[in-house]
């Protein structure tokens, strides 16, 4: 009897022992991630199950990140809120889309006249990107971070060539947000339009031009069925999306757990500007062999020179009203400065020297 | 006494189960990497501390990775044969150093007038170009990543203007490797010299020129000092270091330590082109302000088309006389031929366009 009751002792300690260890080590964190995107949405998504399946197989499973789209939680532009609420643990987006709400927030995707994504990245790591974009989200109870680049949008189609100033005026041209201010200053009309009815509305002459992202998310648009002109970009040489935490739930996981995530998001947002750059070479490479007629066209210099006056002023304006864009703008503008220089002669010098 | 008793059975069953455990889940892999550079490298050897530190972090402790610098090991070329045959578990080096034990490892780290870093990494992934490298490691029960980009190599520091190809008969510059081999076709004498001896080789006109890295790490050198022309590159457009592993090694860790070892290297990659990318630009701005007469020059049209002629011949050697480099080489070229279209109207576009 008594070795029984040592026995039944031993078995009891251990179960009990295995379950404090299991609790402790393997515990399971489930976070809920809401993003921007439709399901499925090609590349912008694919950032995002890229980040959840490293983080789930680098924590041994620890770490399960449920992704809700936009179709679920019905609220695009509410990540921002819904990640404060802590209505949900981490979001996908771009910082920008919440400039009505946090006017600050436009200057951490991209700029008109800008940074490449490279110059942006060395801005971020080493310009004082990061710390500004943590001084803008850390009153908001958020840490954002790169959540994946474009690379150069494209400055759109266009069903009649752009030959001078003359030919912006009253141009109906779907393009949303800073550059659309830019665009308003030089007579043309900005219009918003859901993406279901861009096609049809460029088909029936509702608008004349759109700017959409460039040949990795336009092919299947198919707006170079209906629209010749391919304008070369401008207004977003290096779309930066996001990811975004809400700090009081980052804080609480384990150092390990915190160090997977930050990893795989700054690893994921790598990789889709490297998806970026290979599916826009290969979309375009189908655009242009099934309709080889699509002509690349640059603005003229006088459009491109009003533009970026324009975008001065704007920027001129915002930096006067607000001691925080100030120091946001000059930190960009400096650094772009610093970075181009090196630009001109590396990556860009090259291409030029040792074309044929 | 039976209480007693309980306590005793309750204390031995509780230590021996948490020891299991610690030797399940907290088992320390314990890992030795032999760098190619010197303790302390700058930029190369911060990709190494940036991975070790990630590794160690996302796994709370249970990978620890050492390092040994080519002092410690005395082989700076040697990373590939110590870490075949298990001597080290993993290295730090760069493909091409070993294209005299293993012709094909060449084309893994850059080509002259090759891919630029992002359209080289879109080879990598998305391009065939990283299971091309597997083919070539495999035989070695070696597995190869990528581990940092340079960005564009500089084409050197010459104490004279290079105006024609008559200019490069019997120059005597140092510039190791494949690129030597074009230069010495146009009549170019190529010269190896240590690194601590450059300078002084520079100075006292043992040579006429010499090529290193860029900024980043040129400054240092003083090469600014001593010669005023700084070409630009065309040899190395995207030098990509690389992390090497012993397979068999790599295959004996658990299935979430080896995700993390691969998100590491890859994640330090990327990190070390941008910070090759700032510290560029930084290091070119402090050069420039010291020295603000050194002069940034392209090479002759003539010479570059000389260059680019030589360089196509020995390709064309290589592709004949190996079926495999033949295979590595087609893939290069027509990726590179997809790709380029897209450069030209995104980043290269965006720049040149937009400038004032």
């Given at each position: 009897m008594l070795?029984?009751?040592?026995?039944?002792?031993?078995?009891?300690?251990?179960?009990?022992?295995?379950?404090?260890n299991v609790f402790a080590a393997d515990k399971v964190y489930r976070l809920k991630l809401a993003e921007s995107w439709g399901p499925n949405f090609p590349v912008f998504g694919d950032s995002v199950k890229n980040m959840v399946k490293m983080a789930e197989e680098m924590s041994n499973g620890r770490l399960k990140i449920r992704v809700d789209?936009?179709?679920?939680?019905?609220?695009?532009?509410?990540v921002f809120d819904m990640v404060k609420s802590g209505q949900y643990d981490m979001g996908h987006s771009a910082s920008y889309y919440y400039k009505g709400k946090v006017p600050n927030t436009l200057y951490f995707t991209t700029m008109p006249f800008g940074m490449?994504?490279?110059?942006?990245?060395?801005w971020f790591q080493y310009g004082g990107g990061q710390e500004l974009m943590d001084e803008v989200y850390a009153p908001h109870n958020l840490v954002a971070f790169p959540g994946g680049n474009t690379g150069v949008q494209m400055g759109g189609w266009f069903?009649?060539?752009?030959?001078?100033?003359?030919?912006?005026?009253?141009l109906?041209?779907?393009i949303p947000g800073f550059a659309g201010e830019v665009l308003a200053k030089l007579g043309a009309t900005p219009v918003n339009i859901p993406p279901g009815e861009l096609y049809t509305a460029l088909e029936r002459n509702t608008i004349d031009a759109l700017e959409w992202v460039g040949p990795s998310l336009d092919l299947r648009m198919g707006f170079h069925k209906?629209?010749?002109?391919?304008y070369m970009g401008w207004h977003e040489p290096a779309t930066e999306l996001m990811f975004i935490i809400n700090k009081k739930k980052l804080d609480s996981l384990p150092a390990d757990l915190q160090a997977i995530l930050k990893v795989a998001m700054h690893?994921?947002?790598?990789?889709?500007?490297?998806q970026s750059y290979a599916s826009s070479a290969e979309n375009w490479a189908e655009m242009t062999s099934e309709f080889p007629d699509i002509k690349v066209k640059t603005f003229p210099a006088e459009v491109l020179t009003a533009m970026k006056k324009a975008n001065d002023e704007i920027l001129s304006e915002k930096a006067a009203s607000d001691e925080m864009a100030a120091k946001i703008i000059k930190s960009q503008q400096d650094y772009?400065?610093?970075?181009r220089v090196w630009t001109d002669i590396s990556e860009f010098g090259y291409i030029q020297s040792t074309k044929e």
């Open positions: 070795k029984s009751l040592y026995k039944k002792t031993l078995v009891a300690a251990v179960v009990m022992v295995t379950s404090v789209s936009a179709n679920k939680h019905k609220s695009a532009f509410g490449t994504a490279m110059e942006q990245y060395a069903r009649k060539e752009i030959n001078n100033l003359d030919d912006l005026k009253n109906k041209m779907r209906i629209a010749p002109f391919y690893k994921a947002s790598y990789d889709m500007y490297v772009l400065k610093l970075v």
